[in-house]
Nanobody, 112 residues
Framework: QVQLVESGGGLVQPGGSLRLSCAAS????????MSWYRQAPGKERELVAT????????SIADSVKGRFTISRDNVKNTVYLQMNSLKPEDTAVYYC?????WGKGTLVTVSS
């Protein structure tokens, strides 16, 4: 059974950085693309970043382009989201998605 466990969220000041991790199990990780989504209070869930199975190709939402980077480690079965220059509007629950499954999310709060 697919399991996706996010970690790395927390409270950070504007301009700060965080790295989220998503540990995957229950499927052949190295053969699946992975994605990060986020959902801010009162808003719909939105796609933030995707990465292909090999990690060669990534896609980043315009709202975070130049600040966020997605990467993966196919030995550790983990996908990462490096978030720099964080803004208050980045405050959201961040979810990992793969193989039609969602993690439970990790909360990121950007506030002074």
């Amino acid at each position: 059974q697919v399991q996706l466990v996010e970690s790395g969220g927390g409270l950070v000041q504007p301009g700060g950085s965080l790295r989220l991790s998503c540990a995957a199990s229950g499927f052949r990780f190295s053969t699946y693309g992975m994605s990060w989504y986020r959902q801010a209070p009162g808003k719909e869930r939105e796609l933030v970043a995707t990465i292909t199975s090999t990690g060669v190709t990534t896609s980043i939402a315009d709202s975070v382009k130049g600040r966020f980077t997605i990467s993966r480690d196919n030995v550790k079965n983990t996908v990462y989201l490096q978030m720099n220059s964080l803004k208050p509007e980045d405050t959201a629950v961040y979810y990992c998605y793969a193989r039609y499954s969602w993690g439970k999310g990790t909360l990121v709060t950007v506030s002074s």
